[in-house]
């Protein structure tokens, strides 16, 4: 790779680094947010909730504003969106406000992830060059989402929550300012029409209205009317949606890809393990800080070494596996390990909140199971479909993984006091997270099942079959 190539990609890579970063960093600075600010389990998911329902919801239209402006506009617009979201989150001084900021990050970050994989596919062209530029790319953003929960907690505990944003301004800074004088100037291609931005807003607000209908089920006979507009809303969006899918010459979402199985599986299974693995990260520095009393920043560092087995899996193990099973049979022993660390955190619970047991459960699902699962969906997302639309059935998985991500949050935070009272993680919203996964192994062993029946020689007919000698 020559200088100037290597220059564009440390600019790619570190403001998908950051964004990575952002989605892990603030959950070990929950405590202290909900300390300042006086804010349930319930009200304080929707930092993430909105973060994540964003960035999922505008994923796709990101990716398209990036065909019609040019992925250099796309990107500085995303990136300065970012650094002023960022200043305003570590600035709040309403929890409405870091509410508010903290969506708009998402917003951000759905400008930031499709232009800077657009800028490196345009800027390293020769095959070999561009795989190994997406490699370290893909790194960066693995990394960022791996160190997320150490660095959120050593930050928040020496310097205040706040810096857990304001750490973004700087490096944001930086990166627009070298990316402004070094990416290259956006030529214009073959002329693409405008996104359908309609859709994509369509999708936000269905899942938000979706979301904040949960959150009411709690108190469901005072707030019976506001749950029943939710839904009528929901029925409202969603078949809007469908219609302009089905209508529109060039829609947001191609629904032929649905048409293959293995679409339908991952990405409804990447909907279950985005709910599972943001339920999870939110649920262990709930657990490790206010049940079994560590600092933030010990927390942190507890956690470090399966960010550490997470990076080590993907380069040593996973090729492995994935040359001796199929890409389902890898889904599968990837969602067993998911399941098999939720059991061990319900198992936690009922023994006394034992720290092996915790970070055994830590190994399976951040250090074994989400390098797995995450891996071989993405594979299974883009199988059996036309080449034409491999961008687009990239992009789903990643969507479906944050929309599922923020419903899956608020499905869960409705359980996290319900029968126990002393603790802030109860043993149903342990259940509930591992039902996630259950549905998840379950959905990919039937797939599996039916591929391999579909795959299996059919016996000829009775008539065709040569005589029995014995």
């Known amino acids: 790779m020559s200088f100037q190539k290597n220059k564009i990609l440390i600019i790619a ?20 947010i909900q300390k300042q600010f006086l804010v349930s389990n319930n009200q304080v998911q929707w930092l993430q909730t909105l973060y994540v329902l964003l960035y999922g919801g505008f994923l796709i239209i990101g990716g398209k504003l990036s ?14 969106l970012f650094l002023l979201t960022s200043l305003g989150a570590g600035l709040a ?51 960022g989402s791996g160190t997320g929960l150490s660095a959120g907690g050593i930050i928040s505990t020496y310097m205040g929550w706040h810096w857990v944003f304001l750490i973004n301004v700087p490096v944001l800074a930086i990166v627009i300012v070298v990316g402004w004088f070094y990416l290259a100037s956006d030529t214009p291609e073959q002329k693409h029409p405008a996104p359908d931005l309609f859709s994509g807003i369509l999708v936000v607000m269905s899942l938000l209205m979706l979301s904040y209908g949960v959150h009411q089920l709690a108190d469901i006979k005072q ?49 279950l393990l985005g709910g599972f693995f943001t339920g999870y990260l939110f649920i262990i520095s709930q657990l490790l800080q206010k049940d079994m009393h560590y600092s933030a920043a010990k927390a942190g560092l507890l956690l ?12 040593f193990i996973l090729p492995g596996i994935m040359k001796r099973l199929t890409t389902g049979q890898t889904g599968v022993l990837g969602m067993s390990f998911m399941l098999t660390g939720g059991l061990i955190l319900i198992c936690t619970v009922f023994v006394g909140y034992s720290l092996p047991l915790v970070l ?24 059996n479909i036309p080449k034409q639309h491999y961008g687009l059935a990239s992009s789903l998985g990643n969507t479906t993984y944050f929309l599922g991500a923020g419903v899956g949050l608020s499905i869960l935070t409705l359980f996290m006091e319900k029968g126990n009272e002393k603790a802030s993680v109860s043993s149903l ?3 509930i997270l591992s039902i996630y996964a259950l549905i998840g192994l379950v959905w990919l062993i039937v797939y599996v099942v039916n591929s391999t029946n579909k795959n299996a020689p059919v016996p000829l007919p009775k008539s ?7």
């Open 304 to 315: 470090v070494p399966f960010s550490l087995l997470s990076a080590l899996v993907a380069k």
């Open 13 to 32: 890579s570190m403001a998908i680094f950051v964004e990575a970063l952002d989605i892990a960093i603030i959950n070990l600075s929950i405590p202290a």
């Open 223 to 271: 707030q019976f009317s506001i749950i029943m507009l939710c839904v009528l809303g929901v029925v409202i969006s969603v078949r809007l949606l469908y219609v302009r899918l089905t209508r529109r010459s060039n829609p947001l979402i191609d629904l032929s890809v649905f048409k293959a199985p293995s679409v339908i599986t991952a990405n409804g299974v990447f909907v």
């Open 429 to 431: 919203s342990l259940f």
């Open 360 to 383: 055994l459960s830590a190994a399976f699902i951040s250090g074994l199971g989400m390098t797995i699962c995450f891996t071989s969906l993405s594979v299974l997302g883009v199988k």
């Open 93 to 143: 001084g309403t929890f409405a406000f870091l509410s508010l900021s903290r969506a708009m990050q998402g917003l951000a970050a759905a400008l930031i992830m499709p232009s800077a994989f657009s800028i490196i596919t345009h800027t390293f062209t020769k095959e070999r060059e561009r795989s190994k530029a997406i490699g370290i790319f893909s790194s960066f953003a693995a990394v």
């Open 67 to 80: 065909d019609v402006f040019g992925p250099k506009k796309v990107f500085i617009a995303g990136a300065g």
């Open 464 to 470: 065709q079959r040569l005589p029995e000698v014995f």
